[in-house]
């Protein structure tokens, strides 16, 4: 299974970008997908997740502003983030929690992150 996040890019504030996330593979099934971001110096925190069924949920720094969103037949998971500011700039990484069929447990995958940066 591989997780390949693209969209990143620069942007001014008060702009808008589309991230997207492909899972690819055979034989899995996907319980959650979500958003991270690490900017330089700092650690990496989640700013987004989302799971079949349940309500998605967000960072209080991003909410109002990210939208989370996923479609389970391409295996795809996407955020919108509007109103961008030069604080979002960050390396955004997906992660995707997976059930490999055969596997009794689900593992965490990480996409290769996607770089977004806001400023003039």
């Known amino acids: 299974v591989q997780l390949q996040a693209s969209g990143g890019g620069l942007v001014q504030p008060g702009g808008s970008l589309r991230l997207s996330c492909a899972a690819s593979?055979?034989?899995?099934?996907?319980?959650?997908m979500g958003w991270y971001r690490q900017a330089p110096g700092k650690q990496r925190v989640l700013v987004a997740g989302?799971?079949?069924?349940?309500?998605?949920y967000y960072a209080d720094s991003v909410k109002g502003r990210f939208t989370i969103s996923g479609d389970n037949a391409k295996n795809m998971v996407y955020l919108q983030m509007n109103s961008l500011k030069p604080e979002d700039t960050a390396v955004y990484y997906c992660?995707?929690?997976?059930?490999?069929?055969?596997?009794?447990?689900?593992?965490?995958?990480w996409g290769q992150g996607t770089q977004v940066t806001v400023g003039t």
């Open positions: 989302i799971s079949s069924g349940s309500t998605p």
């Open positions: 992660n995707a929690e997976i059930t490999v069929v055969g596997s009794y447990y689900p593992i965490g995958y």
């Open positions: 593979g055979s034989g899995f099934s996907i319980n959650h």
